[in-house]
């Protein structure tokens, strides 16, 4: 019987960043500040189900940029890929999470996890009213979570108060024609999304959907489909982490996305999915800690995708099978 090395792993990774108090818990969104910054919660769901949990895994907080990808998807699955590549790219951009930049040659924006392409991805949400949009955002998030999720209102509130960057990046392609004129109504969608409340369990859940080709290994629900989770996971892997994306893609090497409440989320292709919450942050917006546990999780683990013992593709086969 093979032994299951995930507990012991998360356990040592939780103790040894437990005491780290390095980075910033984020301002820019006054609500945000509210946040513990030595809460820290580390989850690792399998695609085929098991979940492994330590620290705060219980503690809500919303999932802000993380939600981008998942938005993604559903423009993608309700658009089509050349249409919605008619509006936003898929180039790294190499700059900051909130750029005022779009693609010189085409003006759109570079890719849908930067603001600017989040912004028009929103604006791709099939559903015949604002409300109605929204409300399927939420429920495909419930989805691939395997529970109902809601929004945190003060900080919806906070962000639309307070979002006047946003607001230019979206006039900005209002002015190039990459979004519809309703710019308020593709706002209130952004900032809906980037407030729902999610936990570290949740982020995991949604990540081994991702991992289970769009299917939540613990219910058995249908989320995403195959060929639109492939395209997200490609993007995540090489903008998913702003101006950190190369590096991460060389240290960690798989697809993975943060947000500013101190989410990270991780993807292991068809292995497993990885969710941490730690709200002090670096200069790039991401996770301190979250970053140094998916750093050393992937390390002992294998998981890079190109790592040389090629142990992460096969990771499941190796584990306990016994429930
Ligand atoms: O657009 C914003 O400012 C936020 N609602 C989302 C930003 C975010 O999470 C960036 N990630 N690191």
New binding site residues.
């Given amino acids: 019987m093979a032994h299951d090395p995930i507990p012991e792993l998360i356990a040592r990774v939780y103790e040894r960043h437990r005491d780290c108090d390095e980075g910033e818990v984020a301002t ?2 006054p609500e945000l500040c509210k946040a513990d910054p030595d809460g820290f919660g580390i989850c690792v769901v399998t695609a085929d189900g098991r979940v492994y949990e330590v620290g705060d895994c219980d503690v809500p907080f919303t999932i ?3 939600s981008k990808p998942f938005v993604y998807g559903m423009a993608l699955e309700d658009h089509g890929r050349e249409e919605v590549l008619r509006r936003v790219g898929v180039e790294p951009t190499g700059e900051a ?2 750029s005022i930049v779009l693609d010189e040659a085409t003006m759109r924006p570079f890719n849908p996890m930067v ?1 600017a392409g ?1 912004i028009a991805t929103a604006a791709l949400v099939g559903g015949a009213s604002p409300p109605d949009r929204i409300a399927r955002v939420l429920g495909r998030f419930g989805a691939a979570a395997g529970r109902e999720l809601s929004i945190d209102q003060e900080v919806f509130a906070s ?1 639309l108060a307070t ?1 006047h ?2 607001r230019a990046i979206a006039h900005l392609m209002l002015n190039f024609g990459m979004i519809p004129g309703d710019v308020d109504g593709i706002l209130d969608l ?2 809906r999304q ?2 729902i409340l999610v936990n570290c369990r949740d982020l995991a859940t949604m990540a081994a959907t991702l991992a289970n080709v769009g299917t939540n290994p613990t219910t058995g629900q249908d989320v995403f489909r195959v060929d639109c989770v492939k395209d997200v996971l490609a993007v995540m892997f090489t903008c998913g982490m ?1 101006d950190f994306s190369g590096e991460w893609a060389f240290r960690v090497g798989v697809p993975a996305k ?4 101190g989410g990270v989320l991780a993807v292991v292709n068809r292995q497993l999915g990885i969710g941490i919450w730690s709200p002090r ?1 670096d200069a790039r ?2 996770s301190v800690r979250g970053i140094r546990a998916c750093v050393e999780i992937a390390d002992e683990l294998g998981l890079h995708a190109f790592d040389v013992m090629n142990y992460g593709s096969t990771f499941l086969r190796t584990l306990v099978r016994d429930p």
């Fill in positions: 820019y969104i802000q940029s993380i999470f909130n603001n989040a962000e979002g960057r946003n952004y900032f980037c407030s702003y943060s947000g500013v409440a942050l917006g991401n």
